[in-house]
């Protein structure tokens, strides 16, 4: 059964870094799409990263274009989210998906995703 399990999350001051990672196991993802969504406390869960597991294209929201980063290991299976300068409103659970249909263009959207992590938090004082 697959399985997607994060961590990395914690607490951290304004300026600061944090890397997350999604660990897959269960089935083979090289085919899939990965995202990182996050979700505010009163707020909807909104699309942050996604990268295609096999080809390495990357796509990001706007809000963290120039700060955060997705990467991939294919020995370890890991998906990684990179978070550089990071500023209070970045606040959030965050959470790791994968899609296994190939036939979107975006993959910005939570139901092309059929499988999801348990999600980390992340916090960020100012």
Do not use: H
């Not at 090289?30 to 909104?46: D, L, T, V």
């Amino acid at each position: 059964q697959a399985q997607l399990v994060e961590s990395g999350g914690g607490a951290v001051q304004a300026g600061g870094s944090l890397r997350l990672s999604c660990a897959a196991s269960g089935r083979t993802f090289r085919n899939y799409a990965m995202g990182w969504f996050r979700q505010s406390p009163g707020k909807e869960r909104e699309f942050v990263a996604r990268i295609m597991w096999r080809s390495g294209s990357t796509y990001y929201a706007d809000s963290v274009k120039g700060r955060f980063t997705i990467s991939r290991d294919n020995a370890k299976n890991t998906v990684y989210l990179q978070m550089n300068s990071l500023k209070p409103e970045d606040t959030a659970a965050y959470y790791c998906a994968a899609a296994a249909s190939l036939a979107f263009y975006d993959y910005t959207r939570e139901r092309q995703y059929d499988y999801w992590g348990q999600g980390t938090q992340v916090t960020v004082s100012s």
